[in-house]
């Protein structure tokens, strides 16, 4: 969905302590093709809001490998830096007193992608920071492909404790180094590591197929409007089922389907039961075993409800003598804690 286009760019003068742009809208480089398989990691540091960037570190990959990487402050009024923002990165208003501005940084920087996806982690925070200072400086937006890696590290490795860039980089075994913790350009170098290591653990050649792999769609921005980059929902019959699994484990040959908000995504929900030797459902049918309940939020069910269609349907069924057990979500973890199946460290065993 194109909500970008929703959003109105200032038509008034900018903000005081911020000239107006005297620098072209760097549409040729915007235009220039795509480089093969490259991409260019960025990330920002801000002054206070998303609009007001600071830093910018910036690393471009070609065939995987780091060819090349600039790193710049970028100026902002000292009347824009919120104490926060300092205290987190160290970056004062006497730092990029003399920094160039933010359209000269952005021309640079799309010249730098040359057409190449930029990925960051967390990236609708790092692209709201392209669109909201572009809207400051009262320049249209870019044109431009974008990848999350937040997103990518959710689809590939389930179940963590923690996303956040230098836990999940932690988890892995990627070094960080915590002293340089915020700084644009380490950040985007940890970020480009966990790209890598997203590759390598898909596996995938490339950035096109590792997205098709974990069915993940780039995110766009163009002069007229912006969507996000953002998981496709997966089928539940798409889910490998393990058949070396122990037949002790209660969901083993049975079928389970899910109801209602889970405290993890779907997609993870039925990967357990496919790890556990169960076969996820998308549906509520005859050969259902198992539905696996959780929240159910009145606002999403049918108008007058207080239920959800499943629920209301394996209800239907067992009434007649179909043998499908309801349970909740909490017991749902607390039998594969007890039949010794992994459990994710972020809902804990029920217990």
Request: aromatic residues 8%.
């Amino acid at each position: 969905m194109r909500i970008g286009s929703l959003l109105k760019r200032p038509t008034s003068p900018a903000s005081p302590g911020v000239e107006t742009s005297p620098f072209p809208d760097a549409t040729e480089a915007e235009a220039r093709p795509r480089a093969g398989n490259a991409w260019v990691v960025v990330d920002f540091e801000t002054a206070s809001t998303r609009g007001t960037p600071c830093q910018l570190g910036a690393i471009r990959f070609e065939e995987g490998r780091e060819v090349d990487s600039f790193e710049t402050l970028i100026f902002q009024p000292a009347n824009l830096f919120d104490p926060f923002n300092v205290a987190l990165h160290g970056i004062t208003p006497q730092a990029v007193a003399n920094a160039p501005k933010w359209p000269e940084v952005r021309a640079r920087l799309i010249d730098f992608a040359g057409g190449a996806s930029l990925i960051a982690h967390n990236a609708p925070f790092d692209m709201g920071v392209i669109r909201d200072a572009s809207d400051l400086w009262e320049i249209g937006w870019p044109t431009l492909s974008y990848a999350c890696t937040l997103t990518l590290s959710r689809r590939i490795w389930p179940g963590q404790p923690s996303y956040s860039l230098l836990l999940i980089c932690s988890t892995l075994g990627i070094p960080v180094d915590l002293d340089r913790a915020h700084e644009a350009l380490a950040d985007a170098r940890l970020a480009g590591a966990l790209l890598s290591h997203a590759l390598s653990d898909a596996p995938a050649d490339s950035l096109e197929e590792l997205l098709d792999h974990v069915g993940v769609t780039l995110g766009r921005i163009e002069p007229d409007g912006w969507f996000g980059c953002h998981a496709r929902a997966r089928a539940a019959h798409d889910v490998e089922v393990n058949h070396d699994a122990s037949p002790e484990s209660p969901f083993y040959g049975k079928n389970i389907c899910f109801t209602g908000e889970l405290a993890m995504v779907r997609s993870q929900a039925w990967q357990l039961v496919g790890a556990a030797g169960g076969t996820p459902q998308d549906g509520v049918t005859k050969k259902t075993d198992f539905l696996v309940c959780g929240y159910q939020d009145l606002w999403k069910l049918a108008a007058g409800e207080s239920k959800s269609h499943k629920l209301r349907r394996a209800e239907e069924l067992h009434a007649a003598g179909q043998p499908i057990e309801v349970m909740t979500e909490r017991d749902f973890y607390r039998m594969l804690h007890e039949a010794g199946s992994p459990v994710p460290a972020s809902v804990g065993s029920a217990e």
